[in-house]
Every structure is written in structure tokens, then in C-alpha cells.
């Protein structure tokens, strides 16, 4: 929710913000009160900015020095970066033309300015043009940096070993090597209760069909806010090594007897309150202190683009793939393709490999 300076919710943000999934809800929701803090502060109506207006908001983004971390004196000062002055901006759009379309007193010319006739000239896989290429023209954001597009993060083999390797907790150790086997979202693990550890060789004594040790994956309202994205629910297998880690975790849960009535899987085992279950923010600390011991960036997200990209490689076809990670478009599987070190060597030795054929066939 968004609520103005005598703490009363602001209307049409929290209309906007409603129905949507918890994380985007929690993502978007400080966007919108910056964009209405901003227009407070400089006395422009949210309702009806002009461009120019819109344009300072903008650079303002980029130009204001955030909280330095540190009260000390001399801490260094610390700015937005332009991609986030892009998702923010990007929000705001959103923000004003939902306002627009639901009569909620944002004109229809604020929303025209915020956008600008576009040509794709380079459609994504799967992209339908229409018979006229009339779906090529398309309306892009006016209020936007150019930046470089990040890459996607992802890790290792070795450095999932690593990350494992540097664990202290059999929790933890679990944790690690459930997203990297499973490629589940750190909401998705989040979620999981007791239930859904089907670890055993013949699951029917539980009530599922599904052969051999695996996890169901299920939207649920939790009392630590995880969430699963996926609407629909999927079961993934896991190997032997994962029911291993998942057996040494419940060891090491039992000792803790605040631990031991909760149904949720991840639960506070080393600080208070123990055995109430892990939330995001602690999980997060979790993963900044394993990456300082292992020496390189680890995040939980970035075990998910590793799942996934060894699937690739393995040759596991895209549409299991695609149901493994619970995406609902066959595009969203186009992001994962790291290509390897060894995938780009072999792809300039078959080229080169080729070219000498040639010379050998026509005698050069």
C-alpha cells in the first residue's frame, strides 16, 4: 500500500497496486510513492505533469545522492544508477496510464506524452508481426536512459561447489543445493512446507502418483510472505544427493524444539524467533555471507539461471524445461542461454575447420 503524510491511503495507488503478485506488488508500490513524494515536494499536480516536469523527475533520479549507508562523516555518497532510474520511471508509466484508463483523473495527454511511436525492427523469437507487420509498431517509453543490457547472472559447476563447500549449516547446505538442482525461485523455496517433500522412493503411501523423490511446487498464502510466481502447480524430481542434504537438515532441525511443530521447511534455527519460518531479508544476508567466504557475487536467483542453463546443455528439450521452471511462455527460456566457454570454442573451431576444408577442395 502508499499512504500520504497523515498516513492515509493514497487511492488510486493502492488501486493500482491490487491483485498484483506480492513481489510485484512490494517491488512497485515504493516506485509510485517516490514519483507522489517527489511531485509533493516540488509542488507538481501527479495528475497532470507536463514533460518537462516529467523529464526532471527524471534526472533527478539520477542526480539526488541517496542515504549514505554509514553515518559517519566523509561517507561516500552513493547515486542512482540509470537502469534504475529506467524501472522507475518505467513504473511511474504504468502508474499514469492505469490511472488514465480507469477514469482516476490522470488525462488521456499525459499518457501521450509518455509514449513514442516505435518500429521493431528486430522482433523476439515467436514474435507474431501480423500479415501486415502492423504488431511491428509498437509504443516505447519516452522517459528512458540508454544503457547497456546487463547480462544475466548465473554460476558454475565448481562454483556451486564452492558455494556449498563454504556452507556451516546443514539448512543452509540444503537450501544451496535445492535451488541448484531444482532451479525453483527463492519464493518457491521459501514456500515450501513439510508436504511437499516427497523423498521417498514410492510416493503412493503418501497420496501421489509421481515416481521417485521430488518437490511440489505450490502458490500459497505464508505467513513469511513467500510466494510462488507460477499459478499453475508442478512437481520437480531431485537426486540422491539433495533427500542426503534434506536428511542432515532435519537432523540438525530436530535439536532446536521450537522447530519442530512448524509445517514450513525453512525456519529459524540459529537466532530468534527460532522455528518461526525464513523470510526473504534474512535469507538475502544468508546468501551476502556465503558469497564473502566463497570470494564471488552469489545470489539465490542466480542458482535458478544456473539450473537452467545446465538443462540447456544437458540437451533437456525446451518445453521440459520450460515446465521444470514454471515459466509460462517458451520465451522466458531464451534468457537462460549462457552459452559456455567451450560452446563458443567449438563454434569458432567448426567455422575454421570448414574454411580449411575449402581451400583443401578447391586446391588453395
Known amino acids: 500500500m502508499v499512504v500520504d503524510e497523515s498516513f492515509e491511503l493514497h487511492a488510486q495507488a493502492c488501486s493500482f ?11 512497485y508500490a515504493p516506485r509510485v510513492a517516490l ?42 555518497r552513493r ?9 522507475i520511471t518505467g513504473t511511474m508509466t504504468d502508474f499514469l496510464r492505469w490511472c488514465s484508463l480507469a477514469g482516476l483523473g490522470v488525462p488521456a ?52 561447489h564452492q558455494l556449498l563447500a563454504v556452507t556451516t549449516h546443514a539448512r543452509d547446505r540444503f537450501l544451496v543445493g535445492l535451488l541448484a538442482v531444482t532451479g525453483m525461485r527463492i519464493g518457491e523455496a521459501l514456500g515450501l512446507r513439510r508436504e511437499d517433500m516427497h523423498f521417498l522412493p514410492d510416493s503412493r503411501l503418501l497420496g501421489c502418483q509421481v515416481k521417485g523423490p521430488h518437490v ?46 512448524g509445517d514450513m521447511v525453512f525456519v529459524n534455527l540459529f537466532r530468534a524467533p527460532l522455528g518461526r519460518p525464513m523470510r526473504y531479508d534474512n535469507t538475502y544476508e544468508l546468501f551476502k555471507r556465503l558469497a564473502t567466504r ?16 545446465r538443462w540447456r546443455r544437458k540437451g533437456v528439450p525446451r518445453d521440459v524445461r520450460q515446465n521444470l521452471a514454471g515459466h509460462q511462455s517458451p520465451a522466458s527460456q531464451d534468457r537462460y542461454s549462457h552459452a559456455s566457454d567451450q560452446e563458443k570454442r567449438d563454434a569458432i573451431e567448426l567455422v575454421a575447420a570448414r574454411r580449411r576444408q575449402g581451400r583443401v577442395e578447391h586446391g588453395g
Open 17 to 27: 497496486l491490487a491483485g498484483r503478485e506480492f513481489n510485484t506488488g512490494r517491488t
Open 35 to 76: 514519483y507522489l513524494s517527489w511531485c509533493k515536494e516540488f509542488g507538481v499536480e501527479w495528475t497532470e505533469p507536463s514533460l518537462a516536469q516529467l523529464m526532471a523527475f527524471q534526472r533527478w533520479l539520477v542526480e539526488e545522492p541517496l542515504a549514505p549507508r554509514s553515518r559517519r562523516p566523509g561517507a561516500e
Open 79 to 87: 547515486y542512482r544508477e540509470k537502469g534504475t532510474a529506467n524501472q
Open 109 to 160: 495527454t499525459v499518457v501521450t506524452m509518455l509514449v513514442e511511436p516505435r518500429f521493431l525492427r528486430f522482433a523476439p523469437a515467436g514474435f507474431d508481426p501480423g500479415e501486415d507487420g502492423q504488431n511491428l509498431h509498437i509504443e516505447g517509453r519516452r522517459l528512458k536512459f540508454r544503457v547497456a543490457v546487463p547480462g544475466y547472472e548465473w554460476l558454475t559447476d565448481e562454483e556451486v
Open 216 to 261: 511440489h511446487v505450490r502458490r500459497r498464502v505464508n505467513s513469511n510472505n513467500a510466494f510462488a510466481k507460477s499459478v499453475q502447480p508442478r512437481w520437480i524430481p531431485v537426486d540422491e544427493d539433495t533427500v542426503g542434504l534434506y536428511t542432515d537438515y532435519r537432523y540438525e532441525r530436530e535439536t532446536v524444539a521450537q522447530a519442530e511443530a
Open 294 to 309: 566463497a570470494g564471488f557475487r552469489a545470489r539465490p536467483h542466480m542458482l535458478r539461471h544456473s539450473a537452467i542453463t
